[in-house]
């Protein structure tokens, strides 16, 4: 009766962190995908043929998926301009840095940088 206690106790245990665990957190990571970052800063390049521009040093690749704002209204890749203030979330996928999202604007004048994690 114990053991059957204990393993129902165990299960109950799994499916309730199951559950309550958003999809994404337990969606397994592509091969050569690494996890979210941020970078806030200006703009210093855009390439509109190749899809990327540079912040903080960074060059940054946009795809169809990337969602770009400009004080808080949709926009578009090609209307980034050298100079703008950008919030920049971003992920790495096979050596590659790519934007998910991109603020422009007054939106991103106001977040702050991301604090970076000691080591």
């Known amino acids: 009766m114990k053991k059957l206690l204990a393993s129902s106790s165990a299960l109950a245990l799994f499916l309730g962190f199951a559950l309550s665990t958003p999809p994404d957190a337990l969606a397994q990571k592509k091969k050569g995908e690494k996890g979210e970052g941020g970078l806030n800063g200006a703009i210093t390049a855009v390439n509109k043929a190749d899809k990327t521009f540079s912040i903080a040093g960074k060059t940054v690749g946009v795809d169809s998926t990337t969602i770009i704002t400009r004080d808080g209204n949709p926009a578009t890749f090609d209307t980034l301009k050298n100079g703008e203030q950008a919030a920049v ?11 998910v999202s991109i603020k422009i604007g007054k939106v991103a004048a106001t977040i702050p940088p991301p604090v970076k994690k000691k080591k």
Do not use: G, I, P, W
């Not at 979330?89 to 934007?99: G, I, V």
């Open 89 to 99: 979330s971003t992920f790495t996928q096979a050596d590659k840095l790519l934007a």
